[in-house]
């Protein structure tokens, strides 16, 4: 058995979803005999799991697949495959720019991933970028019961039908599909049978998540609630929302759920109705300031999160500075912002563009600010006492990292706490990128 095993080199890009589905194509390829490596070097197969979207997403795949060229010319055994956005977007562009390409996969079909490395391993080159009917997930169903790590992600709902204006995911991953409660509480279970005490539930857009329960269709809190009755499972977060989706059940689950965790990415892109409604976000500013203020009535110690894009087509001074009154008016514990790049088949393509300086400038002064309340937050942190997670020794003799219930990054030295135990500890002291702190119980 062990003369067959052979090696398999996974890159991840983009969103947690990607760390999701190639941990599901490692264990798809496990099944035939593929054991994991960090060294693309020693691998027999290397897949990039890519994203698409932003185009310097786009191009890091092919200057990463360039590289590998001396790679495969000293092993022509060596497949190399393209999965994820990009595949799914270009797949067909990848095997004409890049012949070193022997297979193609999207994210709705990697289930086959087994199936098209046995064409390329007949000499085809096997492209499969469809949407399939059957459920990949039950599919692949069938996983190794290897121990993991406390944290894991669990994608419970896929796609988008919202269709923002610069945005390719409608594209790429398909229309909005939520898998059903009883699965998910079956992966549930396995993994915390595994070891995780904490699962992020993953979607594109996953508060729309209506999946079919015992008794009809489920919302999100309802699902967060039955997950919340799961023993040894200790925290549940989810990501990413979309403002028009949190329904009031679960702005309540925030208040009320002991193991729902106090903090919500919920990216806005833009302070200003007119730019908004050029998005096509079919909500106002305003309205989303509204919703944050019922979502920290019901959590108030909730730590807020976004998404911003500067220099959408149009985008004004005016518009820009809405943008920044708004992250004011919400004070983000953390949020993420980009320059708007153009996607080819997108609705805003079409569109003129802003002076590129002129974005940059606004990027810069838009990341100040995020920055400076980031850290505010942080610092405040000091002197109070949180609930950490253990998930990783630190860099330091004696040291351990985990993460607050806020998500704060906390390091403590001394008291050997253990990789999966929850400890209270009081914060003593906030550096630039985390929290240090003192072991209390
Ligand atoms: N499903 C999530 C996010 C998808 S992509 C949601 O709806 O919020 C993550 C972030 O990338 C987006 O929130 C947006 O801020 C950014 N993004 C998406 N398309 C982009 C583009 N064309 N240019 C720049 N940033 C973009
Ligand atoms: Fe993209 Fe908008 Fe859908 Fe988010 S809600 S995935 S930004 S189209
Ligand atoms: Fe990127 Fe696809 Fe995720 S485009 S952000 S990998 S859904």
Same mark, same amino acid.
């Given at each position: ?8 080199? *996974? ?22 005999g ?62 004409r ?40 997930f039950?599919?692949l ?6 121990a ?9 709902q ?6 923002c ?24 279970r396995?993994?915390v ?5 904490e ?6 857009n ?10 009809g ?13 799961v ?31 106090p ?6 892109q ?13 909500? $106002? ?16 110690? *909730?730590l ?19 943008t920044m ?41 838009l990341?100040?600010?995020? $920055? ?35 998500l ?18 009081? *914060? ?14």
């Amino acid at each position: 058995m062990m003369g067959d095993e052979k090696k398999l080199y *996974i890159k991840t890009y983009g969103c947690q979803m990607n760390v999701y589905d190639s941990e599901r194509m490692a264990e798809a390829m496990g099944a035939q005999g593929y054991v994991s490596t960090d060294t693309p070097e020693d691998a027999d197969m290397i897949l990039l799991n890519t994203c698409h979207i932003r185009e310097k997403a786009a191009e890091k795949v092919y200057s990463e697949l360039g590289r590998f060229k001396g790679l495969k010319a000293a092993r022509p055994d060596l497949k190399i495959g393209v999965a994820g956005c990009v595949a799914q977007a270009e797949g067909e562009e990848i095997m004409r720019r890049q012949p070193l390409v022997d297979l193609v996969v999207g994210p709705q079909s990697y289930h086959r991933l087994p199936t098209l490395e046995a064409r390329a391993r007949q000499g085809e080159r096997a492209i499969d970028t469809d949407f399939p009917e059957e459920d990949k997930f039950e599919v692949l169903k069938t996983r190794p019961k290897a121990a993991r790590g406390p944290t894991a992600f669990l994608t419970v709902q896929e796609g988008c039908d919202k269709f923002c204006a610069f945005c390719v995911v409608p594209y790429t991953r398909g229309a909005e599909v939520s898998r059903p409660v009883a699965r998910i509480l079956a992966e549930a279970r396995d993994l915390v049978e595994r070891g995780v005490r904490e699962i992020t539930l993953l979607g594109q857009n996953v508060n729309a998540y209506h999946g079919a329960g015992p008794d009809g269709d489920w919302g999100l809190a309802r699902l967060i609630w039955a997950l919340n009755d799961v023993d040894g499972l200790e925290r549940i977060r989810f990501t990413t929302s979309h403002p028009n989706d949190m329904d009031d059940a679960l702005i309540a689950a925030h208040g009320e759920c002991e193991k729902l965790m106090p903090y919500l990415h919920l990216p806005v892109q833009s302070g200003s109705d007119r730019i908004l409604k050029r998005m096509n976000r079919s909500h $106002t500013a305003e309205q989303y300031l509204r919703l944050i203020e019922r979502i920290r009535q019901a959590r108030p110690d *909730i730590l807020m999160s976004g998404d911003f894009i500067v220099g959408f087509p149009e985008e004004s001074d005016q518009d820009f500075e809405d943008t920044m009154e708004l992250v004011r008016a919400v004070n983000y514990g953390q949020a993420f912002s980009f320059k708007y790049s153009t996607r080819p088949g997108t609705p805003a393509a079409e569109r003129a563009l802003v002076d590129p300086a002129v974005a940059d400038a606004r990027l810069q002064r838009l990341q100040a600010l995020i $920055t400076q309340q980031q850290r505010a937050i942080q610092d405040s942190m000091v002197g109070r006492d949180v609930q950490v997670l253990f998930e990783k020794p630190g860099r330091l003799p004696g040291q351990m990292v985990g993460k607050s219930q806020y998500l704060h990054a906390v390091h403590v030295t001394g008291g050997s706490p253990k990789v999966g135990e929850i400890h209270r500890v009081r *914060i003593v002291e906030s550096g630039p990128n985390s929290l240090a702190g003192q072991l209390l119980a």
